[in-house]
């Protein structure tokens, strides 16, 4: 392939979906690199098998990126974690050791941090337990910044219109906690002990460009909920 858009992780999920609105050429994991040069890359996601180590998850995902890397390319974006600000797991240190390679090697890079997203094809996580009135696993107080995958779309489709590099928080104007959710939406769930809280970001300046980002994170479980259901 040469030219267009090239978006990892087309299996499912936040990839699948971008790779569905934007077209191009998906990437699933073990696919080839051999002879590409796309004019952007949206790398969204990891290549490592879920059932590997921690280790060899970050091992896998590092050498995916610098092989992404070395592919000639117009605009690099890469889809990461809020998380990776101040990482506290090994995720979050993988998605921060990415970013760095990104920033220094990727051609206009482009970095967008993501809260919690919210989308088809999304792994099930707490907001989708409580929606399928399955034990949650996590306190009601545990407080998230769902974001929508459209409004992931949205704000890549104005960064690159607008030439945007260095890093976004794509992160609603206000969190929001399970049990406001829960009690938004009229359901009651099978509460847990653990309290995660997402960290919390600035992303004014993703919200000048992307509209939706404007919204609250409540706001935005309740439109997911809503669409769910229909």
Do not use: Q
């Not at 952007?40 to 990891?46: D, N, T």
């Not at 945007?164 to 959710?181: C, F, K, M, Q």
């Not at 992307?210 to 919204?215: K, Q």
Request: hydrophobic share 45%; glycine share 12%; aromatic share 6%.
């Amino acid at each position: 392939m040469s030219g267009g858009v090239l978006v990892t992780g087309a299996a499912s999920g936040l990839g699948r979906f971008l790779h569905g609105a934007l077209g191009g050429k998906g990437l699933r994991r073990g696919d080839p690199l051999d002879g590409l040069s796309p004019e952007v890359i949206v790398h969204c996601a990891a290549n490592a098998r879920r059932d590997a180590g921690p280790e060899a998850l970050r091992a896998d995902n590092i050498a995916y990126t610098e092989r992404l890397l070395a592919l000639p390319h117009g605009r690099f974006v890469f889809l990461s974690s809020v998380e990776a600000a101040a990482p506290r797991s090994d995720y979050a240190r993988a998605k921060a050791e990415a970013e760095g390679l990104v920033l220094t090697r990727g051609r206009r890079a482009l970095v967008a941090r993501c809260g919690a997203l919210l989308g088809p094809g999304m792994r099930p996580n707490a907001l989708v337990r409580l929606l399928w009135s399955k034990p949650v696993g996590l306190a009601s107080g545990s407080v998230f910044d769902w974001v929508l995958y459209e409004d992931v779309l949205d704000f890549l489709r104005a960064g690159l219109e607008k030439g945007l590099e260095g890093i976004y928080n794509l992160v609603p104007s206000r969190p929001a906690t399970l049990g406001e959710a829960a009690a938004a939406l009229g359901l009651s769930a099978e509460w847990g002990a653990f309290r995660y809280e997402s960290p919390r970001a600035d992303g004014s300046a993703a919200a000048a460009v992307c509209p939706g980002l404007r919204r609250t994170s409540l706001e935005n479980a309740l439109i997911h909920a809503k669409g769910r259901s229909n």
